[in-house]
Nanobody
């Protein structure tokens, strides 16, 4: 299967910046889309940003103009540059990847999640 490992979370003051990274490993046949979601206790997980293998991006309205998603050429690593952070951005950020893995004779779809990285923005 496919494993995702996130890094880059931490504590930052309001207005500051952080850069999250997520690296995928495993028997990846083709990666279609990677992205970031976030969740705070008591609330549903929400989409932050996604990027496709064609470099098409999609952002939640609440991060447009502040966050930038990007990927490496092989699309095994996705980044989230977070600028102008606000206290309401405090959450656990999860990496997600969608594609096909080559664990058998026929590639099969996978939809994997990382374990999450905590981002805390102080006021």
């Amino acid at each position: 299967q496919v494993q995702l490992v996130e890094s880059g979370g931490g504590l930052v003051h309001s207005g500051g910046s952080l850069r999250l990274s997520c690296t995928a490993s495993g028997s990846i046949f083709m990666m279609n889309r990677m992205g970031w979601h976030r969740q705070v206790p008591g609330k549903q997980r929400e989409l932050v940003a996604t990027i496709t293998n064609y470099s098409l991006t999609n952002y939640a309205d609440f991060v447009k103009g502040r966050f930038t998603i990007s990927k490496d050429k092989a699309m095994t690593t996705v980044y989230l540059q977070m600028d102008s952070l606000k206290p309401e951005d405090t959450a656990v950020y999860y990496c997600n990847a969608l594609g096909y893995h080559s664990g058998g004779p026929i590639p099969k779809i996978f939809d994997s999640w990382g374990q999450g990285t905590q981002v805390t923005v102080s006021s």
